[in-house]
């Protein structure tokens, strides 16, 4: 069956640091792949989109990869900010008219 | 609206009552989803409407379990004989078109909790 794995763990970062988080997925082969980022009591907000063509994607402090053969996607913040505490969710997705599948997420925590 | 809309923000309720969970989607939005997330879990997908198509159920986790959106626009979902596994934030989306949603994102409310006592 379809599987994202993401870090259950906390990850604990100092403020200025580059954040990195993990979507490991297991099963199929996603033609997109969604950063949502999750605060407590919210809904998910979209961040970013990554295709299987695309092996990068930027938007300000945000950097998304996209390995298709490792079947990984990485989660980059960088000078990360005590604001960027939240839980970042990745959504493989087949593409067209499929339904998302949401990981677990990760969630962050930037030390002042 | 600005936004994806869900009321009520929470809801209490006894075992065995039946409970409805409103969704006002963002006006313009054909696709709308409905998703459980349980406490510590990942979204739970329960069930999409495109347009005037068939929704997709597949993701109902049992009978107790239905919804309908009228008009195109606003969605309920109803539990009927709620159980204490019921017990869930229940968050809904929208996008413009279901392949919208899948390559732009989707929009989020800020879901129901639903406690089951």
């Known amino acids: 069956s379809q599987k994202i794995e993401q870090n259950s763990e906390a990850l604990n970062i100092q403020e200025g640091k580059t954040a990195t988080l993990t979507c490991n997925y297991t099963?199929?082969?996603?033609?997109?792949l969604q950063w949502y980022r999750q605060d407590p009591g919210r809904g998910p907000v979209f961040l970013l989109l990554?295709?299987?063509?695309?092996k990068e994607k930027r938007k300000e402090r945000l950097k998304v990869t996209f390995d298709t053969t490792l079947k990984q996607s990485l989660f980059h913040i960088t000078a990360s900010q005590p604001a960027d505490s939240a839980t970042y969710l990745c959504a493989p997705n087949s593409g067209g008219y499929q339904k998302v599948t949401f990981g677990t997420g990760t969630k962050l925590q930037v030390i002042p | 609206g600005a936004g994806v809309s869900q009321s009520p923000s929470n809801k209490v309720t006894e075992k065995g009552k039946d409970v409805e969970l409103r969704c006002d989607p963002i006006?313009?939005?054909?696709?709308l989803y409905w998703y459980r997330q349980s406490l510590g879990q990942g979204l739970e997908f329960l069930i999409y409407f495109q347009g005037n198509s068939a929704p997709d159920k597949s993701g109902l986790p049992s009978d107790r379990f239905s919804a309908e959106r009228t008009g195109g626009s606003v969605s309920t979902l109803t539990i009927q004989r709620t159980q204490q596994e019921d017990s869930a934030v229940y968050l809904c989306a929208s996008s413009l078109r279901l392949d919208q949603g899948a390559n732009y994102g989707y929009t989020f409310g800020s879901g129901t909790r639903l406690t089951v006592v």
């Open positions: 990554i295709r299987e063509n695309e």
């Open positions: 006006s313009g939005h054909t696709a």
């Open positions: 099963n199929y082969s996603p033609a997109y």
